[in-house]
Each structure stands twice: as structure tokens, then as C-alpha cells.
């Protein structure tokens, strides 16, 4: 099989000839005519999930905090949750929401929303009050779920809203009852929740649950071309928030790359689960993806690098999604010094930028602690249902994304014109993608803002990244179009490229060049993880990365001021906090180590 495909991979290669991504697909070359072909199931995500664990029911399926569930116990609670659903009034085409983190009841709401043909709407706990109240009276969701200790970041928005019922679940419902009277002993209870109990509108998980074993009615809708399933919010931070609508068939097409190609695994394995699921990857990719192979997920309801750090000690997964911060902090933490990470055969990273020299060490940490694999890569977005392409171990080339998934076409085109680019030339990244959402909830403008359909009926998304694609089909991706400024005669200035200045100095570690404003005008300051902090080294390389820039950029593009740190801030949606670098001022040095004051 393997002389097969490279025999394909030969001729598809040969046969290109125009020099555009999208005519030529040379990512083909990577894929068995089997895995193209191979059509998505007509099923919604629950039978899907059902009919590939069926026959292993005694199997884990989920693993939290040392309490496993088997495929058997984890279908026969998610009916339980379709009978409690449909007892409470929920019918097929209404949504739920739910403000929760990674807990096994929420897999379980989960997977019974796509029995009963419901939207699951999650709503992220760091949203302010205001976008909270918007966004779900825009649902009119009549039942909110919402964990104990989530409920303090909702509460105030819940009287403002259409919720008529409030299911509050303790993140210690599926544990053993002597772990969970310990666990209520030690931590402390919420005196506002204490109190929202008394309001009839508020009932526990276990009478939600209770109430529905007198249900006798139809508990599986049958399978319908793109009905919703999964709702998910952009962040809101260059406008309002909206709502990513995500399909059983796009995630379909998601969890067929992982099922068809390049994925190594064994029915058993583990994936250690920390991205949100207020987050598509969190949900689709990290719950949904390793159920539908029959794997074990291990929940973790809380995100942070100390988290990470100690969940790959403690359980040492097969397979896990992880930011690149995570990642990086856990090469460094001193708890993981010893670990034997030789079961790890799947170390995966998205969600933003992993520099080539970040990728080198962490490949070096994950060798030297006796991994087989190298850290594989994926870029997307919500809108685009998830990942949209991704390294494998017949094409991992540092530096890059990957390649496209399954029957996606990435391609690099001029914003201005909307022509696509060749080979190499550097544009706005847009995707042709099965994955894709349906649509912004109840917003035609924004979603024929973000979709662009050309002249061959091929519909594009428009990621606003800038980026290219090689001749080898890999998708590189250099920065956010929205990540620049303007000099005063207008020109732009991306802040990724005087980045990849600042980069090319051998004692940086990591870099970030922001823009702020100062006398109503933007300047870049670049802050800088080294790779040593003796004072003389600093002070070395200070001069020779100002002399760099200097000699390189143009005159408004040399950074300002520079700051010398030792990591970065981590923002709620995992990835790095741009806007808390922006807000600094104190710290500041130029080229000769004197302080700036901004």
C-alpha cells in the first residue's frame, strides 16, 4: 500500500502544472484514493459515535479525575439526558446553552443534543454580562446548564435573559461519593449559588435527570442533511460576538481526516482533553474526534499551563491538543523533568503560532523523554469547524501548518482583487471546506461577509490570516491581516514581519511585537523571550537586534522600545494575551539598554 501511494503521490505531482493550490492540489499526493472517496456517514454524530463503539462496549470512554466510564455507562447516561431533555419541553430544532467547562455530564448533553436534533449553545465564561444577556436572548433558550463554579461568571446575566430554568451541575457529580463529600469538605461554597437554589427556576442535575425517567416518548430524531448540533461564539473583540452554527455533517468531515488518514492510534488509547469547550476544537476535535475511534478522553475541566503540566505527568496520554503556550510551558516546567513520555504517540498543537526554533525544542523535549513522535500541527478555525490542515508522518515540514485535511482546498488570495495567488506569494489564507459552519446564527451579513464564492461556485472562507501555500501543498502561516498599522503616509505594517526580523537573531527564544499608541500615533515595541539572561549576553543582543532592525525595516517599522521577559501572558481563549502586552508601559529598553518611558 505504502509503494502504492507513492506511486501516486509521483503522479499527482507530476500532473501539476498551473502553479495555483487550488487547480493543481498537490496535497492530494498524500492521500490513498480511499480516504478521498470514502463518502461522510449519513448519521448523525450520536449513531455515528454509537454504531463505532457498539461492539466494545466495556471499553473506557471517559476518564475524570481517576472515575472511569465505559462506552456502556457513557450511552446509557446520554439517554437518560435525551429522556430528561425531552421531558423538560426541549424539541428537535430548539437550543440549550450551557456555561460549563469539561465535565462528564456536558459529554453526555453533548452527544443527547444530536440524538434529539437539538443546538448545544456554549456560551464562554469570560464573556462580560452584556454579551452574555445578547447572546442568549438570541438563542431564546428557554434551559441553561451551568457548572458550580462557573455560575458566578453568569449569574448576573441570567435574570436579564429568556432562561426559564437554571441546571446547575457540581463539578464533582461523577466522582465517587467518599471523593466527592471530601472534595465539598474542602472547597468552598458559592453564597450567591447558596441562594439562586431557593428560586423554583433553579433545580440540580440529579432531579433534571430524575424527572425524565417517567418520559416514554421518542428519544432519537432521525438524521437530516445539515442540522445543527454545536454552537460556539467568536470572541467579540473586534465587534459583537457571534454565533459559529457547526452541522453533524461538518463535523463529519472533520472527524473522517482523523478516522481515514495519518492518524496513528489504538482503540484504548488516551487523550488528555484541556482545550475549552466553548472552543470547536475543544468540543469537536478533543471529545467528539477520540469517542468516534474508541478512545479514552481524559477530561480536564480546567485550563492552565500548571494543569497541562501536571495532567501529562499524572496520566501520561497517547494523544493531546494543546496549545503552543501550553506546550512550551510544560517543556520548561521542572515537574515534568523526569517523565517518561514514550506512550505519547500523538502530540498535537494549533490554535497559534509555533515558531521553527519553538517546534525544534519541542521536539528535542518530547525525544528526550522518550516519545516516538514529533509535535504535529494544525491550523483553522471555529468558523471552519476546527483544524482545516495538519501535519501527519508522511509530511511534517517545520515551520508549516501541514496540509489541507480531507477534501478541503487552502489556497492564498489578493484581499483587494480576490484573485488567487501562486505558489510562495503571501495573501489572505481562505479555505473550501465540508467542515465548515452553516453560518453566523440569525446573521446573513456577517456570514456572506466572511464566505466569498468564486467563479467556479467554489465557496471560500475567509480566515483573515496571511499566509501561502508551497508547491508541496504545506500552508504556512505568517500573522492575522488585522495585526498591523498604519505610518502616517498610510502604508501598512505588518507586525509579523518585523517579528521574523527580530527572529533571525540566534539568542531569541520567542517574540511578540504589538502596536500601541503614543502622541496619536501607533508604534510597534517588541517583547522578547531570550534564550539567556545574563546581563551581559542581554545587553549584546539588544544592540545586535536593534542593529537588525534598523538595517532591514523601514523607518516607522524599527520597534520603538523592546522588553526583556521571561514568558508570556496566556488569554482566556488559550492562546497569547496580545491586549495584556498592549497595556504595558513600565519595563521598556531601547537598543543600548536605557529605560524608555512610554
Known sequence: QTDRQT???????????????????????????????TPLPSLTVSQFIWQRNKDHLEDLALNFFGHKISYRKMFQHVDRC???????????GDSITLCVSSVPEVVYLLIACSKIGVLACFINPMFTTEQMVDRMNETESHLLFVLDKTYSFIAEAIDKTCIERVIVIPITNSLPTPVRIL???KGKSDAKLKTAMRDAKFSTWRSFVQAGKSYVGIIEEPYEREMPLVMVYSSGTTGASKGIVLTNDGIHATLSHYRLHGFTYERGNTFLQIIPVWFSTGTVVSILMPLSLGLTVILEPVFSNV???????????????????LWLYAMNCNELYSVDLSSMTYPLTGGEQLLPEAERKLNDFLAEHNS??????????????GPVTATSYLNNKLGSTG???????VAAFNIETNEELPYGEHGELRVCSPTRMKG?????????????????????????????????????????????FYTPEKSRVYLFDIESVILRDPSVELCKVVDIEINRRSVPVAHIVLKTDETEAVTDALQRIDSLCREELTEYAIP????????????TNTKLDTEALRSERDGFINGVGEEVQL
Request: hydrophobic fraction near 35%; glycine fraction near 8%; charged fraction near 25%.
Open 307 to 325: 494543569g497541562f503540566a501536571h495532567d501529562l505527568n499524572k496520566y501520561t496520554p497517547n494523544v493531546t491538543l494543546a496549545t503552543a503556550s
Open 7 to 37: 506511486d501516486r503521490q509521483t503522479d499527482r505531482q507530476t500532473d501539476r502544472q498551473t502553479g495555483y493550490p487550488s487547480v493543481d492540489r498537490p496535497w492530494l499526493k498524500f492521500y490513498s484514493e480511499e480516504s478521498i472517496n
Open 403 to 409: 496540509y489541507p485535511i480531507i477534501n478541503v482546498m
Open 82 to 92: 435525551a429522556r430528561a431533555l425531552k421531558s423538560a419541553g426541549v424539541k428537535r
Open 440 to 484: 453566523y446564527y440569525k446573521n446573513p451579513e456577517a456570514t456572506a461577509a466572511f464566505f466569498h464564492t468564486d467563479v467556479k461556485g467554489n465557496v471560500w472562507g475567509r480566515t483573515g490570516d496571511i499566509g501561502y501555500i508551497d508547491e508541496n501543498g504545506d500552508v504556512f502561516v505568517l500573522g492575522r491581516a488585522e495585526n498591523c
Open 560 to 571: 520603538l522600545a523592546y522588553k526583556i521577559r521571561d514568558s508570556f501572558p496566556i488569554a
Open 183 to 185: 472534595a465539598s469538605l
Open 372 to 385: 516516538p513522535a514529533k509535535m504535529e500541527k494544525g491550523w483553522g478555525m471555529c468558523e471552519l469547524g
